[in-house]
């Protein structure tokens, strides 16, 4: 597969670090996949999947488009879908050493895996090295998932903002906040935008599985977004999709855009259309980019393209967008229609992490790399030096501590037994009865009829949440 943040060099040396990526989305694997790559650029890392609804496809790996290492012994390239029982056993002492592992999964399941990880070495031993953070904005449930993510040895905060909160948190129920390391979002890269005379011929609508949620509030914006086009015949306005029906992303979508568009009002103009593919490449044609909340602005605002956040439907805490305030990117459809093009904040921008590329002009633009990663001034410290230093350090050491979680028997007792439990774990970190089967994965005809009929599972769910759910529901309210 193709890395449009650059191609990952495989590792050829048996003396090289090796490095696992847990993910449970597409958004996460694509943070994990590319954190690790920030981490250790010469290492080509593992790729597990943790089996769940969000299991995503391999078109949607494949947009991600980061190349991984074979997965569990059985030769075939990419990533391998487990359990969290079973990852814990591909990582346990006794197998192939794995010295970092990059969790990218929600806070309780990064909790499941550190309780494993504590139970495989509860005295201090030559152990992985444990990365988690956030895959882009954090504006709900801080405190509960900084909890869940407590105890591992790196916890990457995407900004200055980002990493004084997380202290904070620690700090505040007496946990340690050593592990919060600053960072920045690990795909933040390609061509910087050229202006054209001000003008907007080119405008991407980046939208969200699960925000706005209601059908009424998509089916509003998609209108918008038609309008939009109509109104300016000479732009081309691009809905860019994260999923086609009946694929899952980190949120369930209950109703696609797709199925919206196809009962839209008049139709959708010859200049709006619905994309799909990799945000990176998406964004080196565009102009402007319009999003309730999407982690796309920030990757907007790294290249300097003009950026909107919508207030249309208010700016809420359910929404996302009023991370946004103070940014100088809020602005409603009706202002983008006679014409603003929003400019951001450099201070916000700075608190947020994201350092616009200095755009050294058009004919750059031309000639770079689709979604290759521009050069940043001499002056601009990477952001991940200090997690490679701190990394670096850790994998210096003979032996580490055993993993710490804030929330243990003792702390937790009616909270963590259950999110253990959730994946076949016992109170104390340990696999559950039958969690891990000796022969799983041994037969490639077993392999092949078990994951196929895990798709056909999923399928179903899939079915059923965005076809028969609103059936249902609508016949509740006659």
Not at 232 to 246: A, E, I, T, Y
Request: aromatic share 6%; glycine share 10%.
């Amino acid at each position: 597969m193709r890395n449009s943040f650059g191609r990952v060099p495989a590792s050829s040396s048996r003396g090289d670090r090796r490095i696992a990526v847990l993910a449970d989305s597409d958004t996460r694997w694509k943070w994990g996949a590319l954190t690790a790559h920030r981490l250790a650029p010469d290492h080509l890392p593992t790729g597990y999947l943790l089996r769940g609804r969000a299991t995503p496809t391999a078109r949607q790996l494949g947009e991600v488009g980061v190349e991984t290492a074979a997965g569990t012994g059985d030769g075939t390239p990419g990533p391998t879908e487990v359990t969290c029982a079973e990852f814990l056993a591909e990582i346990a002492p006794g197998r192939d050493r794995h010295d970092v592992v990059v969790l990218a999964l929600v806070g309780g399941a990064v909790q499941a895996v550190l309780h494993g990880a504590r139970a495989l070495w509860p005295d201090p031993a030559a152990r992985p090295v444990f990365v988690t953070g956030y895959v882009g904005v954090v504006y709900e449930k801080l405190a509960d998932g900084l909890l869940l993510r407590h105890g591992a040895d790196l916890v990457l905060a995407n900004s200055r903002h980002d990493a004084g909160r997380f202290r904070a948190v620690y700090e505040g129920v007496g946990a340690d906040p050593d592990a919060v390391t600053e960072t920045a979002l690990p795909f933040l890269g390609g061509a910087p935008h050229v202006p054209d005379a001000g003008r907007a011929r080119t405008v991407v609508f980046a939208v969200q599985p699960s925000v706005p949620e209601s059908r009424a509030d998509r089916a509003y914006l998609l209108a918008r977004a038609a309008g939009h086009a109509r109104r300016h015949p000479d732009r081309q306005v691009s809905v860019k999709l994260r999923s086609r029906p009946g694929e899952h992303t980190t949120h369930l979508e209950e109703h696609p855009y797709q199925r919206l568009a196809d009962r839209l009002p008049g139709g959708m103009p010859a200049n709006c259309r619905l994309v799909y593919g990799n945000m990176g490449e998406v964004l080196d044609g565009a102009d402007l980019l319009v999003t309730v909340s999407s982690t796309a602005a920030l990757e907007s605002l790294h290249r300097g393209i003009p950026t909107a956040v919508l207030t249309d439907l208010g700016i809420r805490e359910a929404l996302g967008n009023h991370h946004f305030l103070g940014s100088g990117c809020l602005a409603s459809w009706d202002q983008l229609d006679e014409g603003l093009l929003p400019r951001a904040d450099p201070a916000w921008l700075a608190d947020q992490g994201v350092a616009p590329i200095a755009g050294p002009g058009a004919a750059a633009r031309n000639t770079a790399a689709p979604g290759a990663v521009t050069a940043v001034p001499e002056a601009a410290a990477d952001p991940f030096d200090a997690a490679r230093a701190r990394l670096g350090d850790l994998l210096g050491r003979a032996q580490l501590p055993p993993v710490a979680p804030y929330y243990t028997p003792i702390t937790a007792p009616g909270y963590l037994p259950g999110i253990l439990a959730r994946h076949h774990l016992a109170p104390d970190g340990t696999p559950l009865p039958g969690a891990v089967r000796p022969d799983a994965g041994r037969s490639p005809a077993r392999r092949w009829l078990r994951a196929h009929l895990r798709e056909v599972a999923r399928g179903a769910y899939r079915h059923g949440v965005q076809r028969v759910a609103p059936v249902i529901r609508r016949l509740g309210e006659l």
